[in-house]
Nanobody
Framework: HLVESGGGLVQPGGSLTLSCTAS????????IAWFRQVPGKEREGVSS????????SYIDSVKGRFTISRDTPKNTVFLRMNSLKPEDTAVYYC?????????????????WGQGTQVTVSS
């Protein structure tokens, strides 16, 4: 299964880096995405990265603040989050899709982590 880490409590304007790794399977051939969810709302796609790492996507609300990357030798995908805002507060999940054009639709992802809580508050 996928394992996320790096969540926590941070003040507005602060930064966090989330990590997503898998111990029993390589992530090399998968589209990897980060999603987030707050209670009472649907899971929202935040960012994705292609298997090669050449193509990334972001939702408008995080463009310029979040950066997704992958470290193939470490079998890890990162989400660097800068200039965090209270509205970024959510449980963040990483997920993997075998389809290169999976986009940010949760229905296209079949391999999920358990999530890590990110709280942005003063």
């Amino acid at each position: 299964h996928l394992v996320e880490s790096g969540g926590g409590l941070v003040q507005p304007g602060g930064s966090l880096t989330l990590s997503c790794t898998a111990s029993e399977r390589t992530l090399d051939f998968y589209l990897i995405a980060w999603f987030r969810q707050v209670p009472g709302k649907e899971r929202e796609g935040v960012s994705s990265i292609s298997s090669s790492g050449d193509t990334t996507s972001y939702i408008d609300s995080v463009k310029g603040r979040f950066t997704i990357s992958r470290d193939t030798p470490k079998n890890t995908v990162f989400l660097r989050m800068n200039s965090l805002k209270p509205e970024d507060t959510a449980v963040y999940y990483c997920a993997a899709s075998p389809w290169a054009k999976g986009g940010l639709d949760p229905a296209n992802y079949g391999w999920w982590g358990q999530g890590t809580q990110v709280t942005v508050s003063s």
